[in-house]
């Protein structure tokens, strides 16, 4: 199931560690070197794109806008094709810990030997499709369309992620009378984020690039323009995604009480206002979410995007039906907003699975309060802990590191004092700016011939369905983390997914496909490969640990045989992420092969193999991101008896996100 190869699991956070591998320099710009840096956005020759999954038809934004984020694309390899003998070399060490029988393991070596001849025309053709794309990926189009704008299953949980921020340790420990601590630190978080879009819309932003070395080897800056004013839009059988020219739209969108509400948060050059005015504003969407009018508590319409795509298309169209010209315009208000501040008030969460839990759902009380189609939504509840979801479709984890990274540097009083520091101007009152986007639709929306509150009221149970049906738990190891790690001489990643391996093995008592996430950006719209843990040597070493622990720690000569064994286990595991980092993995090949065979043909019979499969269904979905200012972070499960498994090594501990069905039995997962 193509569903079940690339989707959701596509992060490309994983492999480096990003405080330990810093990519941009624009993660460590001061305040005074973005102001410097600063240039006002060029308005686009058009108002609004409209995106159908293919990166090529948006790129003359990027000559367009031109600057230091743009200038490498031009001279960015193209991603490789390797040659199928190569592949299947890969693959099969692979595949074959996972057999269930020696009958399994003998039938698929043999059609492995046959492969690379069955394959020669499905070769011929992707390298022909190589050529015809050659300003593009030859994979680009088939993994936005395929892997995620074609996916019919609903965008909360099986494609949106979540990061849960640090605590602001300067908000003041009882908040002001007027405003909550929520609306402190959205105030502040959005005066940043008003930063960092205009760094990225002017195109001032330093291109990444990663190595230790000069040169650096830069990264694909395709993705930034899916990430501010940008939005999925729900449609029958393939979705699109719309980007608006940010020149024209200086909005914020606020979600409050399940309700949405828009307002100026920069200037007409681009800057922050100031963080008073914004915080006023910021307050004035909470009174107004609490006064009664507007939306009514029925019309709950973040709900229309949670549910399964063709219905969220459904319930689109049918309020374009009912509201007419005054919805389309109120859509495209929330739609070209530059990104959407979920406040929700309701909520004091305490603890990181708590917070988690809000961040990545909503949870069944929050979760009218989203907009799950927005490319980002900041989140912050009532005692000011806050984080972000972000939808996955066009823009993959890092760049939102990056986003994310900046807008968390500086606290809550640093801001405040730069903001006192800014020139003043003559900026319209809270009332007069904070427009409610849906209020003149109001009576359209409840008329007796509307379907709407059916359609919320469908969506809402499917919603709290899905949200019920799923776990999510977190976990902080404390007893060492990558400093030990690295004194023992291991690969901290490495090490940690060896670790994760012989958990799995323990609770199912086999292993299970095991996907971790690395990231090809390197290459011209390249986004991720999959580095594949299931390896020989990682089935030695987790079968010589056995099924439950076996206190033979003091037998030196048992010692060193596990010790060797984790040794190899580890070094094979590095071995692949290198491969894979050079988009030399197996997947994406063996991907474009399968997409290779025409309608009527015949596919190679290793495709259907039963250990093939199974290799490639990723029980474990694993993705590795370490940041300072990051609690947890996590995504849900790619397949219904796995686990979406997203880890932190940090120098001292460890942090674990496990995303799975709640109705589960664990041994079954």
Not at 616 to 627: A, E, G, I, P
């Amino acid at each position: 199931m193509l569903r079940q190869r690339i989707h959701r699991s596509t992060f490309t956070l994983a492999k480096k560690s990003f405080i330990s591998t810093p990519s941009t320099s624009s993660s460590t710009l001061s305040s005074l070197s973005i102001l410097r840096t600063m240039s006002t956005i060029k308005p686009w020759p058009q108002p609004m794109v409209e995106s159908h999954g293919d990166y090529r038809s948006e790129a003359f934004l990027e000559s367009h806008i031109g600057g230091k984020l743009y200038s490498k694309q031009s001279s960015l390899p193209k991603l490789p094709i390797p040659s199928v003998k190569e592949t299947i070399a890969k693959f099969l060490p692979t595949a074959l810990p996972l057999a269930h029988s020696q009958e399994e393991k003998d039938s698929l070596i043999q059609l492995c030997k046959g492969f690379e001849g069955e394959t020669e025309v499905l070769q011929k053709r992707l390298l022909a499709r190589q050529q015809e794309m050659s300003n593009s990926s030859w994979l680009q189009l088939w993994w936005n369309t395929l892997g995620y704008l074609q996916v019919r299953d609903p965008v909360v949980v099986n494609v949106s992620y979540f990061f849960h921020f640090s605590d602001d340790g300067t908000l003041p420990e009882v908040p002001p009378a007027t405003k909550s601590l929520g609306v402190l630190r959205a105030a502040s978080l959005l005066y940043s984020s008003a930063q960092f879009r205009q760094l990225v819309a002017s195109g001032s932003l330093p291109y990444e690039a990663i190595g230790r070395k000069e040169p650096k080897t830069p990264l694909c800056s395709v993705a930034y323009k899916y990430m501010f004013n940008a939005c999925r839009v729900p449609r029958k059988d393939q979705d699109s995604y719309r980007i608006y020219d940010p020149a024209l739209n200086t909005h914020v969108i606020v979600a409050c009480g399940g309700k949405f509400y828009s307002f100026d948060f920069v200037d007409e050059s681009g800057e922050p206002l100031g963080l008073e005015v914004i915080e006023e504003r910021l307050q004035k969407c909470v009174e107004m979410s609490k006064s009664g009018g507007g939306v009514s508590n029925e019309l709950m319409l973040g709900y229309l995007t949670s549910d399964d795509r063709d219905k969220c298309a459904e319930s689109r169209a049918e309020l374009i039906r009912v509201g007419g010209a005054k919805m389309e315009n109120a859509l495209e208000k929330l739609e070209s907003g530059a990104l959407l501040i979920c406040l929700d008030e309701n909520e004091e969460p305490i603890s990181k699975k708590q917070s988690s839990e809000l961040f990545w759902t909503g949870g069944l009380s929050s979760g009218h309060n989203r907009w799950f189609d927005k490319s980002i939504q900041l989140i912050c509840t009532n005692n000011g802990k806050a984080g972000m979801n972000g939808e996955h479709s066009m823009m993959d984890g890092m760049p939102v590191v990056g986003f994310c990274d900046f807008i968390t540097k500086r606290s809550y009083t640093e801001i405040a004092a730069e903001s006192r520091g800014k020139s003043g101007g003559i900026v319209e009152s809270a009332t007069e700016n904070v427009k409610d986007i849906f209020s003149d639709c109001v009576g359209d929306l409840a008329s007796s011939g509307s379907n709407v509150s059916a359609n919320i009221a469908e969506s809402k149970a499917n919603f709290d369905k899905l949200i019920s049906a799923h776990e999510l738990q977190t976990q902080s190891f404390q007893g060492y983390g990558s400093n030990a790690i690295k004194k023992m001489g291991y690969s901290p990643d490495a090490f940690v997914q060896m670790a994760m391996q012989l958990a799995t093995y323990r609770l199912w008592k086999e292993q299970g496909g095991t996907y971790e996430a690395t990231q090809v950006r390197p290459f011209l719209h390249g986004r991720t490969e999959t580095t594949r843990t299931v390896s020989p040597a990682c089935e030695a070493f987790i079968k010589t640990m056995g099924l439950r622990p076996k206190h033979d720690e003091m037998d030196a000569a048992k010692r060193k045989e596990k010790l060797e064994l984790l040794r190899e286990a580890v070094a094979s595991h590095s071995k692949y992420i290198g491969m894979a980092a050079k988009a030399m993995g197996v997947d994406r090949h063996l991907l474009g092969l399968a997409l290779s065979v025409k309608d009527g043909e015949t596919a190679p019979p290793l495709f259907s193999h039963p250990l093939y499969v199974r290799s490639k269904t990723w029980r474990v979905s694993t993705s590795h991101l370490t940041h300072p200012r990051f609690d947890s972070w996590g995504y849900g499960e790619v397949t219904p008896n796995g686990v979406g498994l997203a880890y932190s090594i940090h120098p001292n501990n460890c942090m674990f996100a496990s995303l799975l069905f709640a109705s589960t039995d664990g041994r079954s997962v």
